[in-house]
């Protein structure tokens, strides 16, 4: 009989969504009326379509793929086409990144990297992690029995960790703008990440799935606009929330050329080689139409066709926050993130102020403790709704809290 990985029996079911489930299903069987009335704020999906020039970019890629003389079959590398690469690069050149289209690796998303990465690096590893946190970080961790420990974010530095150097770590995960918190990293404070890995001798893995949210100036966009963070620094970015490719799965991964981290026996090992050993062993690429339509995504019709979609969920978090305001309730995120994350009022606990949203004004949001022991009292909402929904819903918060 084979073993399993006994480290899968130690991981926390994921109770979050299946409770909250529960609990609006238990609500609409003893108030059936109310199904229809119910706003949900906590969906960690987009809802706008597709831009029309993806769509058309991506169709004209499966017409290509039924002609012969344009037919595509396995990708050589795996690693994406070099058009979609080099539009890549050439965003990030955009906003001041230095990052070469032979450091970008296309993948079919930020999810499937930032648990795969794991892979490359030894179980030994000591793992820091910021609490709260999304959850794949911790749990691609725990399935291979590495240690993890944690950066606390706190309503004190504005849900922003800081990095303490009495501890040691060897990975640490970074994610900015953050989901749950919507907290964004300004320059120095993600500088004195990149400072205190360098002297840690660590690597960042960096999430930076929300950077299209950024508004304000002195909020980094990618770990590279940073000095130091191409010897240090691995980022994981995606099309999901950019440009509504949740369902079309497109994302890509920066390795810089001159990361590289010394093995056991001396040798300098490349980083960027080791991931594509990884990668070329279990990874066939991102299909050929798809990478077509992420090409369009970078065209300027299509940044200013995806734009349009950011700036709809934009004006639903401004009308969040604007609420939130008038209420006097203290909160991180909304102005470079779709998450808002509050605290829940007059001291209540994070699964009571759902229930009491659920049944005082049948709106859903999602309980901060959920991400961590740190997101306790504290509570997430999303702009990712429909406007005129999320304005119901405020005005049903604000009469309520009002009261
Ligand atoms: C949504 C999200 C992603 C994107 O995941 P995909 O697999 O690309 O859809 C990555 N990181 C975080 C923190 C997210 O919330």
Redesign the pocket.
């Known amino acids: 009989m084979p073993k399993v990985n006994e480290n899968f029996l130690k991981l926390e079911k994921n109770y979050l969504f299946i409770n909250i489930a529960k609990k609006i299903n238990a609500y609409i069987s003893e108030n059936p009326d109310k199904k229809d009335n119910i706003i949900r704020m906590g969906i960690?999906?987009v809802t706008l379509p597709i831009a029309p020039c993806v769509v058309e970019a991506v169709k004209k890629g499966a017409e290509e793929m039924g002609v012969k003389e344009t037919f595509k079959g396995y990708e050589d590398s795996g690693a994406g086409y070099d058009f979609l690469k080099e539009a890549v690069a050439e965003y990030y050149q955009s906003f001041g990144a230095d990052v070469k289209p032979s450091e970008v690796r296309i993948?079919?998303?930020?999810?499937?990297?930032?648990g795969n990465i794991v892979d490359i690096f030894s179980d030994d590893n000591v793992v820091l992690i910021t609490d709260p946190a999304?959850p794949?970080y911790v749990d691609s961790n725990l399935m291979n029995g590495r240690k993890v420990i944690y950066a606390d974010c706190t309503e004190e530095n504005g849900f922003c960790a800081v990095p303490d150097y009495n501890v040691h770590a060897d990975m640490i995960y970074l994610?900015s703008p953050?989901?749950?918190t919507g907290a964004a990293f300004n320059r120095e404070q993600l500088k004195a990440w990149v400072d205190y890995a360098t002297e840690k001798n660590a690597i960042i893995i960096y999430?930076a799935?929300?950077e299209a949210f950024i508004t304000e100036d002195n909020i980094p966009r990618s770990i590279f606009e940073i000095d130091g963070a191409k010897k240090c620094a691995i980022e994981?970015c995606?099309?999901?929330?950019t440009a509504g490719?949740?369902g079309m799965?497109?994302?890509y991964t920066v390795i810089p050329e001159e990361l590289e981290v010394v093995a056991s026996d001396g040798t300098v090992v490349s980083i960027s080689q080791l991931w594509g050993r990884r990668q070329g062993s279990k990874f066939n690429g991102v299909s050929y139409p798809v990478q077509c339509g992420a090409k369009a995504v970078f065209t300027q019709e299509g940044q200013e066709q995806i734009k349009e979609n950011i700036r709809y969920y934009q004006e639903n978090a401004r009308i969040i926050a604007q609420t939130l305001d008038k209420l006097g309730i203290w909160y991180t995120g909304g102005i470079n993130s779709p998450y808002i994350w509050l605290k829940c009022p007059n001291g209540m606990g994070s699964w009571e102020f759902f229930d009491y949203l659920l049944k005082e004004a049948n709106v859903v949001g999602t309980p901060g403790e959920g991400f961590g022991k740190n997101g306790k009292g504290f509570f997430r909402l999303t702009s990712f709704g429909d406007r005129e929904k999320t304005k119901i819903a405020m005005q049903r918060i604000e009469k309520l809290l009002s009261e």
């Open positions: 960690g999906d993948s079919d998303g930020a999810k499937s990297d930032c999304y794949v994610c953050n989901n749950p999430d799935a929300y994981i995606s099309l999901s929330k490719f949740t799965r497109c994302g």
